[in-house]
């Protein structure tokens, strides 16, 4: 189950895209509202900063659990790049070798477009697109990386590479320019072998069938509790027999996990709570052995521990880049709590039972108690791993049902990350060509920040963890559509109660009309705009955007017979005009019932079909009138951010009294720095 919800990359990261600004002077901000939120842009990604409210109101020792925190967050940053792909690390370092140190022309065009191509591949924490997992295209020659190559200090090349250089220019310029050669980090195509096809580094010298046996022979359907298997591990062959190669202190990424080990020792030690200091040396535990019963256990306490004001996530967890989904990417955040803001969540959570009770999926599928359902809003003040620099807006974590069962979970939505998509991407212009009319324009600029919040809130906080599995039913039996269908399933739960007038009892919503707007930006986004990701010709293969697709699609469908929602054509151009409201959401309510029961039951042949049937197939004509609409709009639709600097202050005794925040301008530059400063992977080469 997938509950890092990346609504970074969701509907909100389209609805929200770059105000097409070039780049902007470094601005350190007076003010909230003067912070200057917008870095850079390039090819199909903005670069945003976030601020850190409230920061210096913080206790000097909240601010150096932060610190060490952060420094763990950042210590895994290797880790990630190997996962994505075998050759990453030998890639960048090449890429930081020639930034550094090239001695030619840095002012002509093909330099800037190697450069262009270095932040690209920095963004996507490797050669592969983060969202769609094609391979990137250099937009450079052969000859070109040749020649920056032999102009650059070849002792920075890592290993003894410098001293061979033309076997390894030779070998770097196949995997980069052989569009046949590991063209896909994920392959979901039905009918491939997804193991194989992929080229993400999670299986090496084994086959999807091989990897399925492996797994259904550890697999116990008697276990009440049953660990994530394959969570934390490569799987590869030894003399002929399929095994793991498992993530741990003195096994795989032993020496970037260690550096982890070190950062959350020395958290733990200014942890201001009993309880915080457990989980952590749980945690510590977990990433020294990498026994998963000890990542269950750490996660049960974790989950319990509400009421810190600091708080983190740190481990290998999400798992969209397996197309299995069993391996898990490592990801960290650090954050400390919005405490007026989280009044809202608290709202939510503590009528969870009332929105569980009331929801219209079958009554043997809901949750009789629902337990430990906390929530609240953040700030983060550190991104890293697989949420750097593409950050969620919205979490929900432990991933193990048994666990949400049980001990409940936590969810949280990221304020100051959504602030600063709120505020970088105000009159882009994107609203007023997509939207059907003024009227819908005007509606949603009035209540699109609430809508998105309340949408967020409930998503996390009880869409994620609604609903239960039957007895029996095997946690993995969805398969590769396990990622789109929880999903949806959380975005369903959010979108039918959007329209609820529970949402104005409760004084959640000023207006119903907050309602409607989260419906009508939800299906512009899944029937219309989110395709200006893809490219012309290609299926939507991302989970997310394969939930959305769905949703809208068959919601269109089987609204039909009452034109619930309407495709209208006007001046050539594609609009989504929403008749009946409520209809829909009675239709949003049916989707949801069903996709609670393929869940429930583990029915993989209906949620497979669900998904092949509406989420994955573009209209080829649409496609290329929406493409021609958003590029004459100049904006990027994809976003990530440059994370603060976080600066401890020692006394003379070299103890840290107090941590300041520094804010930069420099994408490229921060990229480099982390190169330099948190590398901790050996390079293979």
Not at 130 to 135: F, P
Not at 556 to 567: D, H, L, Q, R
Not at 617 to 641: C, M, S, W
Request: contains cysteine; aromatic residues 12%.
């Amino acid at each position: 189950m997938k509950t890092i919800s990346k609504i970074v990359i969701l509907f909100i990261m389209i609805i929200l895209s770059d105000n097409g600004c070039k780049n902007a002077p470094s601005s350190e901000p007076a003010s909230k509202d003067d912070f200057n939120y917008f870095v850079e842009q390039f090819e199909d990604i903005r670069i945003l900063k976030y601020n850190l409210p409230a920061f210096e109101s913080l206790t000097p020792g909240q601010k150096e659990y932060i610190y060490y925190l952060s420094e763990a967050a950042l210590a895994g940053r290797d880790i990630l790049w190997d996962q994505n792909f075998r050759y990453n690390l030998l890639i960048r370092k090449t890429l930081e070798a020639i930034i550094e140190s090239y001695s030619g022309d840095r002012k002509s065009e093909e330099y800037k477009a190697f450069l262009v191509y270095a932040k690209r591949v920095f963004f996507a924490n490797g050669i592969h697109h983060h969202y769609s997992s094609d391979k990137f295209n250099p937009g450079f020659s052969k000859e070109y990386l040749v020649s920056l190559l032999n102009g650059s200090d070849l002792s920075k090349l890592p290993g003894d590479l410098g001293q061979r250089v033309d076997k390894f220019a030779l070998f770097l310029t196949q995997i980069l320019f052989n569009d046949d050669l590991y063209a896909k980090k994920v392959e979901q195509r039905e009918g491939t072998d997804m193991v194989a096809g992929s080229a993400s580094n999670f299986y090496e010298l084994v086959t999807q069938k091989e990897v399925e046996e492996f797994y259904a022979s550890k697999a116990d359907p008697k276990d009440p509790r049953p660990v994530s298997l394959g969570l934390n591990s490569k799987v590869i062959k030894v003399n002929g027999k399929v095994t793991e190669d498992v993530y741990k202190s003195d096994g795989r990424y032993g020496s970037a996990i260690d550096t982890i080990v070190k950062w959350l020792g020395k958290a733990a030690s200014v942890a201001e709570t009993e309880m915080q200091k457990k989980e952590i040396a749980l945690l510590i535990e977990y990433y020294t052995t990498g026994d998963l019963r000890k990542w269950d256990e750490y996660n049960v306490a974790w989950a319990g521990n509400t009421g810190s004001m600091v708080d983190y996530i740190n481990g290998f967890i999400e798992n969209y880049e397996d197309p299995l989904g069993m391996k898990a990417t490592w990801e960290a955040i650090v954050n400390y709590t919005d405490l007026e803001a989280s009044k809202r969540t608290a709202i939510i959570t503590s009528n969870a039972q009332w929105f569980e009770d009331n929801s219209p999926i079958q009554p043997q599928y809901r949750k009789e108690k629902v337990t430990g359902v906390a929530a609240k809003v953040i700030n983060i003040a550190m991104l890293g791993g697989d949420c750097y620099p593409a950050s969620p807006l919205g979490i929900n974590l432990p991933n193990a049902d048994w666990i949400r069962k049980e001990v409940g979970s936590k969810s949280v939505t990221l304020a100051n990350i959504s602030n600063a998509y709120d505020k970088a991407s105000q009159g882009n212009g994107f609203l007023e060509e997509f939207a059907f009319n003024a009227e819908e324009v005007a509606r949603v600029k009035e209540f699109r920040t609430i809508s998105d919040a309340l949408h967020t809130d409930l998503h996390e906080c009880v869409g994620h963890a609604s609903g239960k599995l039957a007895d029996g039913t095997d946690p993995n039996a969805l398969k590769n559509y396990a990622s789109p269908l929880e999903e949806a399933r959380a975005d369903l739960f959010a979108l039918y109660y959007m329209t609820d007038n529970k949402m104005k009892d409760l004084g959640l919503f000023p207006d119903m009309k907050a309602g409607e707007v989260a419906y009508d930006d939800y299906l512009r986004n899944g029937l219309l705009t989110q395709i200006v990701r893809i490219k012309p010709g290609k299926d939507i293969e991302q989970a997310h955007m394969r939930c959305r697709s769905m949703i809208s699609h068959w919601a269109y469908e089987k609204g039909k017979a009452e034109n619930v929602i309407e495709m209208v054509t006007r001046d050539g151009k594609t609009y989504v005009k929403i008749n009946d409201y409520q209809k829909l959401r009675t239709l949003f309510g049916q989707l949801l019932k069903e996709i609670q029961r393929i869940k429930s039951e583990g029915d993989f042949e209906a949620g497979k079909k669900l998904i092949e049937d509406y989420g994955v197939k573009i209209d080829q004509k649409l496609h290329a009138e929406v493409l021609d609409r958003y590029a004459k709009l100049n904006l990027a639709p994809y976003t990530g951010f440059i994370n603060p600097i976080l600066v401890p202050v020692y006394n003379t005794d070299g103890k840290i009294t107090d941590v300041t925040v520094e804010y930069t301008d420099d994408y490229l530059g921060q990229m480099m720095y982390y190169g330099k400063n948190y590398s901790f992977l050996p390079v293979k080469n």
